[in-house]
């Protein structure tokens, strides 16, 4: 099975009231606790690389790992770039094997953002590759926005038909009240379905992405704040409104945050019960076990794209 792009992962997904997961990677371990979970339970995959993980782990080592757990698993797994932020990042990528890209011109100037975008989807569709772009700005990682003016942060639905006809993009990532990492909302959990639904109107049959998607599994943080961790007031998307945007035009869930809570907590917990090991693999192997757990429960109870493959 060669890596495969987004495009009949995410028409099937429509279609079914389901959504990828597409999930961070960045070693060994990430890897196969993310893709053993998606075997076992037959789920089709996109496996996601930002920036930061390429310049942590190298571009080519990721992909080798990918290409091995394709391999091992024979599933269909997309590999794409996780907030690109300029042409050369995304050509970089494309060039070197990826099946997909998001270019986030999300603080541009909507001109700006069609520009570069467009620019990235000639040079992407040149090549086979599909491209992710975004509309709207998320807190966390999109930081620079002015955040005091609170509207202003979500996706506008009157500026979707013309972005996505002058770029071409494949999918677009919406921002309806997401955010990146552990602390999401500093009250009541709230996402703006009304404008999520404004965009499905204005788009029919065409996927949209959720970034900043984490749970934030209380198991997880317990086990961090158990074992030494200092995380109070961390909170995330609740898995019933995951469940209601995978059913509506949301064919693509981003999850990172989980993944690393669920890897911290189980090596906190190992450390405080084996204070004298030092074997890394010792503490690895709870570690990717966890990452099993938790993907195998979000595709099966979460994203419902369990037995698609
Ligand atoms: O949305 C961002 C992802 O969680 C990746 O984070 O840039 O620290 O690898 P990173
Ligand atoms: P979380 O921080 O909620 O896991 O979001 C990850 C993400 O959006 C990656 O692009
Ligand atoms: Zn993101």
Redesign the pocket.
Known sequence: MPIVTTKEMFQKAYEGGYAIGAF?V?NMEIIQGITEAASEVKAPLILQV????RKYAKHVYLMKLIEAAIEDTGLPIAVHL??GDDFEICKSCIDGGFSSVMIDGSKHSFEDNIKLTRQVVDYAHAHGVVVEGELGKLA??EDDVNVSDEDAQFTDPSEVEEFVTKTGVDSLAIAIGTS?GAFKFKGEPRLRFDILEEIQKRLPNFPIVL??ASSVIPEYVDMINANGGKMPGAQGVPEDMLRHAAKLAVCKI?I??DLRLAMTGSIRKYFAEHPDHFDPRQYLTPARAAIKDLVKKKIVNVLGCDNKI
């Open positions: 961070n960045n930002s920036a930061g993980a996780d907030h966390g990682i990146h970034h900043g981003n990172d945050s």
